[in-house]
């Protein structure tokens, strides 16, 4: 996939602010840059997490089974391009990266299991709790979660103790019950059934969104930049996990088993983004999103042009 960069142009005499994103107009071959790093990062999973004899060889098998299945990385392409920004190692940001989406693998193994959404298959193949049990599928997930911290916490991520500690407490933060794990408590509580936009917007931010915040900013951490550099990320990032959702949505109803790689369907009877907005609505919606997304990179220039193709991308996937 060729993608022209794409953010918000400033009109006649109108000054670059966050609202007016410019850009080189370059193609983006965000199809070859996003295969080759997966690559990278399968690759380096697979070294992070060797196979093992004996009687604890079943969870790490488990845990390849999941980091290893493929998919198309987007956290940590998130990771290395916002790294990128700054000249950071792609060594280091590799390692932020596999960090990232061990937590998203793990993630998604709970994700499955029987007692939250219970889904038989993932990315196009059994759930891990079907691949082998629930016992192995639960531990292969805890597993994959504190490794994600070491990977972090060690030199080789970044020789200064301060962005390594940086690094833990954002993804700490991202991953516990003031992100992730705490939108999927509201995702799974009685008030989701009659939550309206606000809320449902809130939800996915922390589920899906402070993955994806984390992705984005850490690379600024990776750099030891100043605030400002952050805030640009962070809130391209808010942007993007929420077009991400409303794209999720729209694939849940609109897509195939096939296509997404996993039941859909799944949210019938919940109120989505298609719900309350209806199918045009949250096209539109995610549309804006996109373009709000892409202004917040203004202060990079055409360095960011594969970030706003990414945020394209997220709204024109079929998976």
Do not use: W
């Not at 980091?67 to 000249?87: D, I, N, T």
């Not at 030891?224 to 729209?250: H, I, K, S």
């Amino acid at each position: 996939m060729t993608i022209e960069a794409a953010a918000p142009a400033a009109t006649s005499g109108e000054p670059q602010t966050a609202m007016s994103a410019p850009v080189s107009g370059t193609p983006v071959d965000l199809d070859g840059l996003m295969t080759t790093a997966a690559k990278s990062v399968s690759d380096e999973l697979d070294r992070l997490i060797p196979e093992v004899a004996g009687p604890r060889g079943p969870v790490v098998e488990a845990m390849r089974y999941s980091a290893l299945s493929g998919g198309k990385r987007l956290r940590p392409f998130l990771v290395m391009e916002s790294a990128g920004l700054f000249g950071v190692p792609v060594a280091q940001s590799l390692r932020v990266g596999c960090a990232v989406e061990m937590v998203h693998c793990y993630s998604l193994i709970h994700d499955d299991l029987p007692a939250m959404d219970d889904s038989d298959t993932r990315r196009g193949r059994p759930a891990v709790h079907k691949a082998f049990d629930e016992a192995i599928a639960i531990l292969a997930g805890d597993a994959l979660l504190t490794q994600a911290f070491e990977v972090l916490g060690e030199f080789a991520t970044s020789r200064d103790a301060a962005v390594r500690a940086a690094l833990v407490v954002e993804l700490a933060k991202s991953a516990g019950a003031a992100g992730m794990v705490g939108g999927q408590m509201i995702d799974i509580s009685p008030a989701r059934e009659t939550m309206q936009y606000d809320a449902i917007a809130e939800l996915e931010a922390l589920k899906t969104g402070e993955l994806i915040r984390f992705s984005c900013v850490s690379g600024a951490i990776l750099a030891g930049t100043g605030e400002g550099e952050r805030m640009a990320l962070a809130g391209y990032a808010a942007d993007l996990g929420l077009a991400f959702q409303v794209a999720d949505d729209l694939l849940d109803v609109t897509g195939t088993e096939e296509q997404v790689g996993k039941p859909v369907g799944q949210d019938d009877g919940l109120t989505t983004f298609v719900t309350l907005l209806g199918l045009e609505g949250a096209r539109k919606k995610a549309e804006d999103l996109v373009e709000s997304a892409c202004a917040y990179l203004a202060p990079f220039g055409a360095s960011a042009d594969t970030l706003r193709a990414v945020a394209r991308f997220v709204v024109d996937r079929n998976q």
